[in-house]
DNA sequence: GCGCCATGCTACAAATAATGTAGCTTACAT
DNA sequence: ATGTAAGCTACATTATTTGTAGCATGGCGC
């Protein structure tokens, strides 16, 4: 048991006391942006937000869940399912943009 | 001989036909966000890219600097030096509110 | 021309992280 | 008690990253 634990993974960046690099840090991690966009209106299980993030393995999302937990952003609400906290909300809002910038690339 | 080659790195989520899942995808990559980040006032050489980026490995910021440029967000202007496109800067503006984000997050 | 640097970029082994599949445990309802 | 669904873990395979070294090209001064 715990045996992935934790590992102290000290985002990258933090070190130089930047909060900005520890942030792209940590939402430059596979499934991490997705997730919160994923959770965007609203709370899922952790099955449905598989099932949203294309059937991506449980362990990323799990390790991805618990980094943006600890990082107060995302929230296991008690009676279950994960949804973004006020502050992962606002985080999203950031980015929400993104989407209009993305119809545009197209590519 | 391009062994690492290109590998026609179709971005995860692009099959699914919705732009933003592509574009979550590209971001969410080691470095991709940074890359930008540090790019966001003025060009800088490979090396000095390189310097900002806290030393990554030559290895990955040259695979991201490919992908970016495949993507229309970077360009290697002429007479040497990284700097973003008309739509890569557009697209640092999208999250430049990360910054303000990240000094309110703090931790 | 020749040496001297800086640039963009590649090689490659070792280390880390992600994928895919299976399955455990707890809680709750029937 | 049986059936489900939840959150979560194991673990072998595969992919990606790191770290270090180094190549080729293109100035620039001499």
Same mark, same amino acid.
């Given at each position: 048991?715990?045996?992935?634990?934790?590992? /102290?993974?000290?985002?990258?960046?933090?070190?130089?006391? +930047?909060? =900005?690099?520890?942030?792209?840090? !940590? $939402?430059?991690? +596979?499934?991490?942006?997705? =997730? $919160?966009? %994923? $959770? +965007?209106?609203?709370?899922? /299980?952790?099955? &449905? !937000?598989? #099932? &949203?993030?294309?059937? &991506?393995?449980?362990?990323? !999302?799990?390790? @991805? !869940? /618990? *980094?943006? +937990? *600890?990082?107060?952003?995302?929230?296991?609400?008690?009676?279950? #399912?994960?949804?973004?906290?006020?502050?992962?909300?606002?985080?999203? %809002?950031?980015?929400?943009?993104?989407? @209009?910038? &993305? %119809? @545009?690339?197209? @590519?």
């Amino acid at each position: 048991m715990a045996k992935q634990a934790v590992k /102290t993974h000290s985002v990258r960046g933090s070190r130089t006391g +930047r909060p =900005i690099m520890a942030l792209l840090d !940590l $939402l430059g991690r +596979r499934w991490a942006l997705r =997730i $919160l966009w %994923e $959770l +965007r209106d609203g709370p899922l /299980t952790s099955r &449905a !937000l598989r #099932g &949203a993030c294309d059937e &991506a393995s449980p362990t990323v !999302l799990q390790a @991805r !869940l /618990t *980094e943006l +937990r *600890e990082a107060g952003f995302v929230e296991l609400g008690d009676g279950g #399912g994960y949804g973004l906290t006020p502050l992962g909300r606002d985080l999203c %809002e950031t980015f929400m943009p993104l989407h @209009r910038f &993305a %119809e @545009r690339w197209k @590519r």
